[in-house]
Structures are given as C-alpha cells and as structure tokens.
C-alpha cells in the first residue's frame, strides 16, 4: 500500500524555524515523477508552497516562500523535506505532502495523486 507519512509540524514564533519530512512507504518516491509540499489555512484554498523533481532534483516554490523554504530528497531515506526558515504568521496552515506520476505544473494540487496526512504548522507573532 502507497502511504507518505508527514512529520515534523508544530507552534513556532515568528522568525523560526522547521523541518517538515515526508517518508514514503509502499514505493519508491522516485518512481513518481514529482513530489510537492502543499499547505491550507482554514477558509483559504490549498496552495502549492514547493515541489521537486525527482529525477533531476529541479526545484519549484511559489513566490510567498522563496529564499526562506527549501526542498529536499534524500533517496536512501526514501524521505522528502521541507527546511522552513524565517518563518511568518501568514506561513499558520496544515502542510501536505503529495506524490505524482504525470504531473506538468509541479504547484497545481489537481496533479498530485498520492496525499500525506498532514501536518499543522503554527507561527505566532
């Protein structure tokens, strides 16, 4: 059975720091052509934050979190991780970690077949 597993979420204050990591189990992230971040605050639609190709390592971050997050893989761990610096209130949502085969525009959920749990991020001021 395919299953990501998100950890590492938690409450931080403003200009913090954390790694979220996401293990695959059940198959090799690899054999998915894309793996991404993505997040939802409650009201708000789910947005992409950060995604990786995973043959080539190509990165991808919306516009709100370049320069402060960072996407990663580490194949061994069969592991992806988001490294999140400088972290702001506006960043409060539950991430997801998410998985495709046949995705073309690496931030767009619709792509994205295979979902993690979830993890809630909280940034306070």
């Known amino acids: 059975q395919e299953e990501l597993v998100e950890s590492g979420g938690g409450s931080v204050q403003a200009g913090g720091s954390l790694r979220l990591s996401c293990a695959a189990s059940?198959?090799?992230?690899?054999?998915?052509?894309?793996m991404g971040w993505f997040r939802q605050a409650p009201g708000k639609e789910r947005e992409g934050v950060a995604a990786?190709?995973?043959?080539?390592?190509?990165?991808y971050y919306a516009d709100s979190v370049k320069g402060r997050f960072t996407i990663s893989r580490d194949s061994a761990k069969n592991t992806v991780y988001l490294e999140m610096n400088s972290l702001k209130p506006e960043d409060t949502a539950m991430y997801y970690c998410?998985?495709?085969?046949?995705?073309?525009?690496?931030?767009?959920?619709?792509?994205?077949?295979?979902w993690g749990q979830g993890t809630q991020v909280t940034v306070s001021s």
């Open positions: 998410a998985a495709g085969d046949r995705v073309v525009f690496p931030l767009r959920s619709q792509q994205y077949t295979n």
């Open positions: 059940g198959y090799t992230y690899s054999s998915k052509n894309y």
């Open positions: 990786i190709y995973t043959g080539g390592g190509r990165t």
